[in-house]
């Protein structure tokens, strides 16, 4: 019988995104691949960063940022002759390509400009002690991620009880983020601690990260997950099985409003139907305070393939026929119950509580 602990490890202390040891390359799961196979791809081009992004090989809010932050001391490192004004200068055209990949997740932003801001607030050093310096950076991302990680999954699991039920859209576990996740971390601390949760796991149409991620995730974990189409939450919710939702957040409004996988605001609607209580859980990084309501998120539209053919042995669409395909919708912050970060619970109104969690930073 393998010991509970270790088998919750074997999936929260995956390198899903990491710098190889020579810095030449970052390495990634590639997530198109799961579950059927991990697959480890080591990128050091921008376009293949870039195609990384936008193609989801990696994906979830804070792994984009992380991934980010290594992919752009990567490519630094190639120019480490130049000085510095051109050094500058080719840092921040890569800087905004990279940034264009995706447009929804404010983590892909805020990592690049924590990294440009290295560059700019150290103009005076020489071009090789600001690569050490970005490559610091890139590693402190990752770093903070993982202990901000530990605290949402704690705050979370003051949520809930053992043996609750609990519905979950899209992915924000360990391959979103790192170690234990954000809305997924409450159960796999739970788990490691011998409580034991019931998860529905949204398939999340139309890439699939619920089935492919959550469920391959929460299941290796030895958490209790049952996979449903995401037209199935309403019955689940209405069986009386759920006590409570976990979702992510890819950009969070002043305002609380917040954009996540598409299907996450249905969701919340019927979450608020049923009176289950409906919480996001992310990382003070996802908070966009120059945001102030959902309505001024850009919201990432997608290929119509995804929709007609992706997935199956012959398109399930005629050509000619529209799709409307966006990545993410904004669910509004009066469906929210509370919004977990790493400093602690925010509650309604989140105008106020949100801001107090900057409070002395500005
Ligand atoms: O398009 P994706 O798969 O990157 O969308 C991801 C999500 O919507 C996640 O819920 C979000 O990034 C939070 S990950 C901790």
Same mark, same amino acid.
């Given at each position: 019988m393998p010991d509970r602990v270790d088998t919750v490890r074997k999936v929260t202390h995956i390198d899903n995104v990491r710098l190889s040891d020579d810095g030449e390359s970052v390495i990634i799961? =590639?997530? #198109?691949?799961l579950p059927n196979r991990v697959v480890y791809l080591p990128l050091s081009g921008l376009d293949e960063c870039c195609e990384a992004i936008a193609a989801l090989k990696v994906r979830g809010a804070p792994a984009i940022g992380i991934f980010a932050g290594y992919a752009i001391y990567v490519l630094s490192r190639r120019n480490a002759s130049l000085p510095y004004g051109k050094f500058a200068a080719r840092f921040h055209e890569q800087k905004e390509t990279l940034n264009a990949?995706?447009? #929804?997740?404010v983590n892909l932003s805020w990592a690049l400009r924590r990294m440009e801001n290295v560059v700019t607030a150290n103009a005076d050093l020489p071009v090789s002690e600001i690569l050490d310096l970005l490559k610091k950076e890139c590693l402190s991302i990752h770093r903070e991620d993982i202990a901000m990680c530990m605290k949402i999954s704690e705050y979370g699991l003051s949520l809930l009880r053992d043996g609750d039920g609990i519905l979950t859209h899209c992915n924000a576990g360990p391959l979103a @983020? /790192?170690? *234990? $996740?954000?809305?997924?971390g409450p159960m796999l601390l739970g788990r490691e601690r011998g409580m034991q949760f019931h998860v529905f796991a949204d398939? @999340?149409? +139309?890439?699939l990260q619920g089935a492919r991620l959550t469920s391959f995730e929460l299941q290796k974990a030895g958490v209790d997950v049952t996979l449903i189409c995401d037209n199935m939450a309403s019955i689940v919710m209405k069986n009386g099985w759920v006590n409570a939702c976990f979702v992510g957040c890819d950009r969070i409004a002043a305002n609380g409003d917040f954009a996540n996988k598409i299907g996450t605001s249905g969701v919340a609607i019927l979450a608020k139907y049923y009176g289950i209580p409906f919480y996001t859980l992310g990382p003070? /990084?996802?908070? =966009?305070? /120059?945001?102030?309501? $959902?309505?001024q998120i850009n919201i990432e539209l997608r290929a119509p393939e995804e929709i007609k053919?992706?997935? *199956?042995?012959?398109?399930?669409?005629? +050509?000619e026929v529209n799709c409307y395909n966006p990545a993410f919708d904004v669910t509004d912050h #009066?469906?929210?119950a509370g919004i977990v970060t790493e400093k602690g619970i925010c509650r309604p109104p989140y105008t106020e509580s949100l801001k107090k969690l900057f409070s002395g930073q500005d």
């Open positions: 799961i =590639d997530q #198109t691949q990949a995706r447009p #929804t997740a @983020t /790192s170690r *234990y $996740g954000t809305a997924l398939e @999340t149409r +139309p890439l003070t /990084s996802t908070i =966009d305070r /120059s945001c102030p309501t $959902g309505a053919e992706k997935f *199956y042995r012959e398109p399930m669409a005629l +050509p #009066t469906l929210v």
